[in-house]
Protein backbone atom coordinates (compact mmCIF):
# COMPACT_ATOMS: atom_id res chain seq x y z
CA UNK A 1 0.00 0.00 0.00
CA UNK A 2 2.90 2.62 0.35
CA UNK A 3 4.63 1.76 -2.43
CA UNK A 4 0.90 2.41 -4.14
CA UNK A 5 0.91 5.80 -1.97
CA UNK A 6 4.15 6.56 -3.06
CA UNK A 7 3.31 6.24 -6.99
CA UNK A 8 0.33 8.19 -6.74
CA UNK A 9 1.78 10.91 -5.07
CA UNK A 10 3.79 12.13 -8.44
CA UNK A 11 1.01 10.44 -10.57
CA UNK A 12 -1.15 13.18 -8.83
CA UNK A 13 1.28 16.13 -9.48
CA UNK A 14 1.19 15.49 -13.19
CA UNK A 15 -2.25 15.30 -13.70
CA UNK A 16 -2.91 18.60 -11.66
CA UNK A 17 -0.27 20.01 -14.08
CA UNK A 18 -1.54 18.24 -17.44
CA UNK A 19 -5.54 17.68 -17.04
CA UNK A 20 -5.58 15.82 -20.29
CA UNK A 21 -3.44 13.47 -18.58
CA UNK A 22 -6.57 11.82 -16.75
CA UNK A 23 -9.52 12.52 -18.86
CA UNK A 24 -12.68 11.81 -17.44
CA UNK A 25 -11.53 11.69 -13.85
CA UNK A 26 -11.40 14.83 -11.01
CA UNK A 27 -8.37 15.98 -10.98
CA UNK A 28 -8.57 15.10 -6.86
CA UNK A 29 -8.60 11.92 -7.38
CA UNK A 30 -4.99 10.70 -7.28
CA UNK A 31 -4.39 12.84 -4.85
CA UNK A 32 -6.74 11.65 -2.39
CA UNK A 33 -6.27 8.21 -3.61
CA UNK A 34 -2.39 8.69 -2.20
CA UNK A 35 -3.57 9.91 0.96
CA UNK A 36 -6.25 6.93 1.62
CA UNK A 37 -3.51 4.79 1.05
CA UNK A 38 -1.24 5.72 3.25
CA UNK A 39 -4.04 5.99 5.90
CA UNK A 40 -5.01 2.42 5.42
CA UNK A 41 -1.15 1.41 5.51
CA UNK A 42 -1.32 3.39 8.67
CA UNK A 43 -4.03 1.79 9.78
CA UNK A 44 -3.38 -1.68 9.19
CA UNK A 45 -0.25 -1.29 11.31
CA UNK A 46 -2.12 -0.15 13.77
CA UNK A 47 -4.43 -2.45 13.97
CA UNK A 48 -1.73 -5.83 13.66
CA UNK A 49 0.30 -3.97 16.48
CA UNK A 50 -3.25 -4.14 18.78
CA UNK A 51 -4.45 -7.39 18.11
CA UNK A 52 -1.08 -8.97 18.99
CA UNK A 53 -0.91 -10.86 22.16
CA UNK A 54 1.38 -9.04 24.70
CA UNK A 55 4.49 -10.94 24.95
CA UNK A 56 4.76 -12.24 21.89
CA UNK A 57 7.66 -13.18 20.14
CA UNK A 58 8.75 -11.63 16.62
CA UNK A 59 9.05 -14.67 13.70
CA UNK A 60 10.94 -12.22 11.66
CA UNK A 61 13.31 -10.88 14.14
CA UNK A 62 16.40 -13.68 13.30
CA UNK A 63 16.24 -11.64 9.95
CA UNK A 64 16.88 -8.28 10.74
CA UNK A 65 20.38 -6.76 11.65
CA UNK A 66 21.24 -6.57 15.27
CA UNK A 67 23.75 -3.77 15.83
CA UNK A 68 26.73 -5.71 17.77
Known amino acids: ?4 AIVM ?3 SIVVFANADAASGMPLCT ?12 IGYTIFVDWITPPGAED ?9 Q
Do not use: E, S
Open 1 to 4: MMLA
Open 9 to 11: VPM
Open 30 to 41: FALMAIGLVAFA
Open 59 to 67: PFARYRRHD
